[in-house]
Every structure is written in C-alpha cells, then in structure tokens.
C-alpha cells in the first residue's frame, strides 16, 4: 500500500510541470513590442539621442551670459616694500636732517604709513562675461548640434527598423516552417495509407515487391524531413526568443502558427509613386550636408573679430583704495574685450577650404546613397511583382496537383495506374503546396521588404523641438 502511494506521488511530481508549463502565445504585434523594448543596440540608440539632445542644451548656453568666482590666498617670506632701506632711515631721522628734532615722529608715522604688510594676502573676484559678436560661431555651433540631434534621431529610427526587419523575418520563417511541418505529416501520413495498400496489393499479387520497397523509402524519406523541420523550428524561436528579449527556452506557440492562409491578411497597397525620400539614411546625410555647410561658417568666422562684455567685482586683502589698509575692500569694474586676427600665415583660409572639401564630399555621397536607394526601390517593387505572380502561379499548380493526386489514388485502386505515377503524383503535390507556402510567406517578406525601402516602417515618433 506505502508503495502503491509512493508511485502516485512520484507520477504527480512528474505530471506537475507539465500541467503548469503552459506555452507562450505571441502575434506578431507583441513580438515587434518585445523585441523594441529590450533590443539593447537600441537602446543604445536612445542614449545617443538622449547625449545629442543635451549636447544641444549646453550649445544654446553660449548665448547666454557666464558667471564665474575666484578666490586666493597666498602667504610670502617677505613683505612688498614701497620704501627703500635708506629711504625709511632718511624719513625716520627728518628732524636730524632739518635741525628740527619735533619733525622725527612724523617721519617715522609717515614710513610706518608706507609699510605694505602683504605676508598674507589675499583676493576675491567675480566676473561676468557677456558674448556679443562671436562670428557666427555661436549660431553655426548651435545649429550643428541641433543637426547632430537629427541625425541621431534618424539613427535609432532605422535601427528600430532593423529589428522590426529581424523580428518579421523570423516570424514569417517559424510560421512557414509550421505549414511545412504540417505539410509534412500529411504526406508521412498519406505515404504511410500508400505503403499499407501497396503491402495488401502484394499479398493480392496485384503489386511487386520494388513497388512496397519504394514506398518505404518515400515513408523513410517524410520522416527525416519530418525531423529536420522540427529542429528547425526549435532553432527559430530561440533566435525569436533572442530577438524579443525573453529566455531561450521559452516554449513558444505563435498566432499564425496554425493559419491556413497567410497571404490576403494585412498586406499594404503601395502605389509606384510612392517615394523613399523618409528613408533614415537619407535624412542623416542630408543633415550630415548642413553640419558640414556650418562647420565651413565656423571655419570663416575665424577671419573675423570677436566681441565681449565684461564686468565683475574685485577685492583684494590688504586694501589697495586707502592706501595699504589690513582691510578687505574692492570695486566693480565694466569693460569691452576685442579680439581681431591679423596674421595667421594663411592657416585660417587653408582650414576653410578643408571644411569645403569636406562639404563637397558629403554631398557626393548623399548623391551616391540616393541613386543606390532608388535602384533598391525598383529591385523591391520588381520582387514584390514576382512574388504575386509566383504566388498566383502556386495557387494554380496546387489545385492542378490535387487533382492530379486524386486521379492517382483512384486509379491505383482500380488497377489501371502504377505505383509509380501514384509516387510521383504525391511527390508533385508535396511540391506544390512547399512552393504554395514559400510563396505566402514570400509574398509578406517581399512588400516588408518594400516599405524599408521607402521607409514606410511605422517608426517613433521624434520629439526634436
């Protein structure tokens, strides 16, 4: 009895995960918001955008006017002396000099009054410095960084494609390697229904020996394509996994899994004149021109002068305004500072036509990029038109072929076909619905393709203000 209660304990601990390990259901929606959230190239996106938005909030400060405070403190060996030596002793004895002995302490006072003390001293400042004509370098550093902020933006938007790209891929791919999975035991089964007559038909006479071997080998033939299909499915929704974020060995399930057909559903209608100008590539090296437009202005505005507001407070111990006072006093001071190039031995022209050179090259390669993304255009509106086609041309071949495999099956039945046609019939139809499939999920990846190309993937809105 002990024994009999020990099993059933050990069959529920068994039975327990399976019970509770319910499989995760995911739909494309779901798997593009999982893979957006935790892809961590991204992410690093993001803070690029994030540092190129702040590069932009410091640039806009150099308009502004800058505060600064310095303090010091310094302790000598010796004391600053206005008075020489023999210059103190002459004051000190001026009565002696004069015959007039009363006049000595006034000399001494009028020395002592001399005396700097500054063994210690120390100062206080804060200045106020005010931009008021920089050369345009002000402006051109602003609006380069602003244009750095764009081209970030277009960065994390065609990264963010690049996943929804990836996590589309192999969604597709997993649904289509399901329908085949499917497709595959269909045939395992019907070849196996095939070798059951065939082995009744030898008994009866009515088939050889080489017609059951044959058919044994298409049963042997289903399975392993049976295995292969299911290892690759396993190997496609760990990457899925990957992609999305969430541990490997995730037991996944997906809502198209099991969808018969894949191809009428959600599929965009894009018009030839449909243009690729939102292309995230484009739109970086067409700023990338404006940033090298403005780098040729700060390269210019080294020719011209520069002008400054200043002003401050400064204090200094000991005070300096009452004679040498062991006092900490100061004043305000206002000021204009004026800065104008003279000679540079031509080091600012050569720096101008480097940062033009480089304008130069920059729209070169925006010409390059574009006549490249306009030749990918057509390739993908080319693919997407074979991709119909061959999809139609499927559909026809897949009804011809169910035909043609009924026709088999009955004649074989009735004596007047071979096993061999039957065998090539169930072959042709097992072609026809692999390419039926590849077809469908063609036929998405294609006009997928297609929107990258044109930049058409939905992507996040920018908040560039």
């Known amino acids: 009895m002990n ?56 640039a806009f400060t150099s308009y502004l006017p800058k505060v600064s405070a310095t303090g010091m403190y310094m302790r000598t060996g010796k004391e600053i002396s206005l008075l020489s030596d023999e210059q103190k002793t002459t004051l000190s004895h001026i009565g002696d000099a004069l015959s007039m002995p009363d006049l000595n302490p006034i000399g001494q006072s009028l020395a002592d009054a001399l005396r700097t003390d500054t063994r210690n001293m120390a100062g206080a400042a804060v200045i106020l410095t005010q931009p008021i004509y920089m050369g345009g370098k002000i402006r051109a550093y602003n609006n380069i960084t602003r244009y750095a902020e ?56 009515m088939a050889t020996k080489a017609d059951g071997l044959s058919v044994k080998v298409k049963v042997n033939e289903a399975q392993v394509s049976l295995i292969k299909v299911d290892n690759g499915i396993e190997i496609l929704k760990m990457q899925l996994c990957r992609l999305c974020g969430i541990p490997l060995d995730t037991e996944l399930v997906l809502a198209d899994e099991n969808a018969e057909n894949l191809s009428e559903s959600e599929r965009p209608c894009l018009a030839d004149g449909d243009t690729w100008e939102r292309r995230p590539e484009l739109s970086a090296l067409s700023t990338s021109i404006k940033i ?138 097992l072609s026809a619905r692999t390419n039926l499939i590849s077809a469908e999920v063609d036929l998405r990846l294609s006009d997928l393709y297609l929107r990258k190309s044109l930049g058409q993937i939905h992507v996040q809105p920018e908040n560039i203000d």
């Open 3 to 58: 024994i009999q209660k020990l099993a059933f304990l050990v069959l529920i601990l068994l039975e327990f995960p399976a019970i509770h390990a319910n499989p995760r259901v995911l739909s494309l929606d779901s798997c593009r918001s999982l893979a957006i959230a935790n892809n961590k190239e991204l992410r690093a996106k993001d803070m690029q955008r994030d540092a190129a938005y702040y590069n932009r909030k410091s």
């Open 150 to 205: 764009h081209i970030a933006a277009s960065s994390q938007n065609l990264q963010y494609q690049e996943v929804i790209v990836s996590v589309d891929e192999t969604y597709w791919t997993v649904v289509q390697l399901a329908a085949r999975k499917r497709l595959a035991e269909k045939y395992l089964e019907l070849v196996k229904t095939l070798d059951s007559d065939i082995s009744q038909m030898i008994d009866e006479g």
């Open 292 to 429: 090298h437009d403005e780098k040729v202005k700060l390269a210019r505005a080294e020719f011209l002068p520069t002008v400054a507001l200043t002003g401050g407070y400064f204090a200094s111990y000991p005070s300096v305004f009452n004679s040498f006072e062991k006092k900490f006093k100061g004043t305000w001071n206002v000021g204009v500072a004026v800065s104008i190039p003279i000679l540079t031995w031509g080091d600012r022209s050569y720096k101008v036509k480097a940062a033009q050179a480089e304008a130069r090259a920059a729209r070169f390669k925006y010409d390059e990029t574009r006549e490249m993304i306009e030749l990918q255009v057509a390739q993908s509106r080319q693919k997407v038109r074979e991709a119909r086609e061959r999809y139609t041309a499927s559909l026809s071949s897949q009804a011809e072929a169910d035909e043609n495999m009924r026709y088999a099956e009955t004649g074989l039945k009735e004596g007047v076909i071979p096993v061999s046609n039957v065998i090539e019939a169930q072959t042709a139809w």
